[in-house]
């Protein structure tokens, strides 16, 4: 499958080299063109697939980069969080709680499928969830389009995630970007991004 991944940072970068190892066809977007990335706009059109790993803070000029044209009916996966990281300190979120980029997203881009997930977990861990705990914990996904989210839930599997929860439409992102503010604790009280959490009942 060909993939498009709009980012350079250690989001896509990690998720570029996951998706080739398993045999996809993928370019990395980048605002300029270098020997090893394409443009956003390239990388949104070449990808049947097309994942978001940019800055929170850059969502309007990526999108404007990427040309909604080049991801309309496509899935798009939003790794992104709203991290405000200008007033020193522990980060805040920029977005109001009753909103989330997943959503602004979405209203962006009213004919993609957006489904928001990964955001809540490292990178490293993303693509190899048996790092921490054996890969018994939990990976979340939300989106308005019901086979959208099975097929990025199918391509989590492929990734080896096992305890996928749907938390239903696209507003349920404003609790899994929200929950970055526990993440940041967490990291910082044990002192490495090697961790996640697990849904019980
Ligand atoms: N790091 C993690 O493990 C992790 C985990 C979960 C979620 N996330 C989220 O995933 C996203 C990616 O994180 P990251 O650490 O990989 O990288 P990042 O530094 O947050 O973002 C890098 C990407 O953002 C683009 N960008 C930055 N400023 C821009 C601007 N003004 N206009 C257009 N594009 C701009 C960069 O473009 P260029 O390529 O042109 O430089 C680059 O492709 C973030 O939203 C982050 O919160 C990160």
Redesign the pocket.
Known sequence: MKFGIL??????ATIAKKLAGLGHDVRVG???RTAD?VTFAEAASFGDIVFN????S?LR??LE?AGPANLRNKILID???P?DFSKGGMPSLFTDSGDSLGEQIQRALPETKVVKS??T???NIMVDPKRVAGGDHTVFVCGNDADAKKNVSELLGGFGWKHIVDLGDITASRGVEAYLLLWLRAYGALGT?DFNVKIVR
């Not at 980012?7 to 896509?12: D, E, L």
């Not at 790993?53 to 929170?56: A, D, H, L, V, W």
């Open positions: 980012g350079t940072g250690m989001v896509g980048s605002r300029t990335n790993c940019t800055k929170g850059a000029a990526v980069a790794t992104s969080n991290l990964l955001n977990i490292n990178c991004a």
